[in-house]
């Protein structure tokens, strides 16, 4: 499989509502643009980005068991296992990981807009070749350029999303500060409108509503637990402990759970909130056949896709 880098299905898509299909709070529920980043933006490179992975602060700020729990209570048998891999863990064994029984695979792509993981092509490839869905998540600096900005150096190294029923929308990975001040020195305002702009730009450069990977401590402290994203960005949240616990505002559920980081092998562990064919929607990005798309993992349901402003429902 080629290892895509800006995918050719590249195109500026509108946010008001029409005739496109869109994913909505989904299921049980892919080098900067020339100009985009200041002179002061490019200054600003992470000092120690190889340390940063999704969640690699939540444990110091929040505590919790790193072993974690192993299933969803919401979805019992059926949640579907994966994981997150970043530089640090290095050249990863995806066939027996395969083996093992997991699914699906985030790889840490980019971090503000200077660094990609020197571990990518092998870690993002690897996991698709072993037969896996995959997708690509970048580490969100925003005391260091623009939402914009960092969206559009993600989707040219590696976030970028393919029509091949095998890749994910990319994730945007919200969490406390490594560097500094916990909420990055913005208001919950600022904070609000960086990820408001991340995402936006995200959907234009790939047609696909990115992930939010969050904690709900952390989205309190520094949206103010805004509920502007709920009703179209999928939430990803970090719980190392027998459940998920309180959600952040906005969202009614979770699509996925990264439940501990010390599991065999690769450490950060993560179950879908759904069976393997939700999955593969969230993959697809629309509903195709399928009439209706549920985020809860019975009935009654919240419906996900939506046609021309009214939602569609079988459930």
Known sequence: ????????????VPLAAGTL?????VLAL???LTGSATASDAEKRPAHPE???????IIAHEGGDRAGGAEPR????????????SSHNGKVGWSSLRKSGVRFAYVKASEGTSYTNPYFAQQYRGSYESGMI???YHFALPDHSSGGSQARYFADHGGDWSRDGRTLPGALDMEYNPYGATCYGKSHKAMVKWIQDFVRTYR?????????YTSTNWWKRCTGNSGKFGRTNPLWIPRYGSSVGSLPAGWQYHSIWQHTSSGHRVGDRNRFNGSYTRLKVLANGHCGRLRAV???PRPPCTVVCFLKQRAHSSC
């Open 204 to 212: 234009e450069e790939t047609g696909r509503h990115a992930v939010i």
């Open 74 to 85: 919401a979805s019992g048998h059926r949640a579907v296992a994966g994981v997150d891999v």
């Open 51 to 57: 340390q940063d992975w999704m969640g690699s602060t």
């Open 134 to 136: 995959h997708g690509a």
């Open 21 to 25: 299909v869109s994913l909505f709070s």
């Open 1 to 12: 499989m080629p290892l895509r880098r800006s995918g050719p299905a590249r195109r500026t």
């Open 30 to 32: 892919p080098l900067a």
């Open 294 to 296: 549920c985020i809860s």
